[in-house]
């Protein structure tokens, strides 16, 4: 069950969640982006540069708070982890403001004519340079690192910072919920394999765009990966017991879920589905599932 945590939340701050980084909190809380989308500034508050992660939606207020929280520092990047509307917007903004080049995923191009399959996604994204797996970007006293996680987007990064062993997560984890795998570009077994990723590496805390902090972030991860293979089997019985389109799945997958985000959970279902029929344990008809 999410807890939300009481409000008012601390939109425009920029608190200091360990001595490299500051978060800033923008104002887009809902039922995909929690209390909001979180903003990352990193560099030594006294250091002559910084970089920012994940600028979040082109909200003035928003911008106003990471120019605040720059404080005056050359920004040396301005970093996304994927395109998500929530996510990359205000790179272009924050961009023209500080002259900093935006650096990070690759802009995505969308190849599918499926309704409402890229309404989520910032399509004015125009990335100065794309950070390939392993590639990092330095300041004084800085360095962060891209990490390919593709799953939740097929352009998803994650950055670490070397100096802390923190590792951004962008959306890939998150401390308040699991990720949304939302298919064409979403993909399950991408997802899955970029969770195992994560539980190869040593990174000490997380810092997702959404949610608290994580602390035990392999043992997050541990528990997610567990999740989803849980959530595999339990289409997989459901498909033995009868043939049901992605919609009939749901009543018995997600008890007293919230109406809002029954479009996600049929996403997240179908990403399943989409998994075992590569795999060549589902098949179907049309639209009906079954068994392969
Ligand atoms: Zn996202």
Redesign the pocket.
């Known amino acids: 069950m999410v807890t939300i945590p009481p409000q008012p939340w601390p939109t425009g701050l920029a608190e200091a969640v360990e001595p490299l980084v500051r978060r800033v909190l923008a104002p887009n809380p809902s039922p995909y982006t929690f209390t909001g989308t979180q903003t990352y500034v990193v560099g030594p508050d006294d250091g002559p540069d910084c970089a920012v992660i994940d600028p979040g939606p082109n909200d003035a207020a928003h911008i106003d708070a990471i120019i605040a929280a720059i404080a005056g520092r050359t920004v040396v990047a301005i970093m996304c982890t994927?395109t998500?509307r929530?996510?990359s917007p205000a790179a272009a903004p924050l961009s023209d403001l500080t002259g900093a080049p935006i650096v990070g995923c690759a802009p995505l191009v969308l190849s599918t004519d499926l309704p409402r399959s890229d309404e989520s996604f910032d399509t004015t994204y125009a990335p100065t340079r794309v950070l390939a797996d392993g590639e990092a970007m330095r300041g004084t006293g800085w360095t962060l690192t891209a990490v390919a996680t593709p799953g939740?987007?097929s352009n998803h990064l994650c950055f670490a910072l070397e100096e802390s062993g923190a590792l951004f997560t962008?959306?890939h984890v998150m401390g308040w919920s699991t990720s949304?795998v939302v298919p064409p570009d979403g993909d399950m077994g991408d997802y899955m394999a970029s969770l195992e990723k994560l539980m190869a590496r040593e990174d000490v805390r997380y810092h997702s765009?959404h949610g608290a902090a994580i602390e035990k972030p392999r043992q997050l991860v541990r528990g997610m990966i567990g999740h989803r293979r849980q959530r595999e089997n339990q289409i997989l019985r459901l498909l033995g017991e009868r043939s049901r389109p992605v919609s009939g799945f749901i009543p018995d997958m997600y008890k007293g879920l919230d109406p809002r985000l029954i479009g996600a959970a049929e996403m997240s279902v179908t990403a399943h589905l989409i998994d075992l029929e590569r795999r060549g344990m589902a098949a179907r008809d049309a639209e009906v599932w079954r068994v392969a």
Do not use: I, K, Q, S
């Open positions: 994927h998500h929530d996510h939740h987007t962008g959306d949304v765009a």
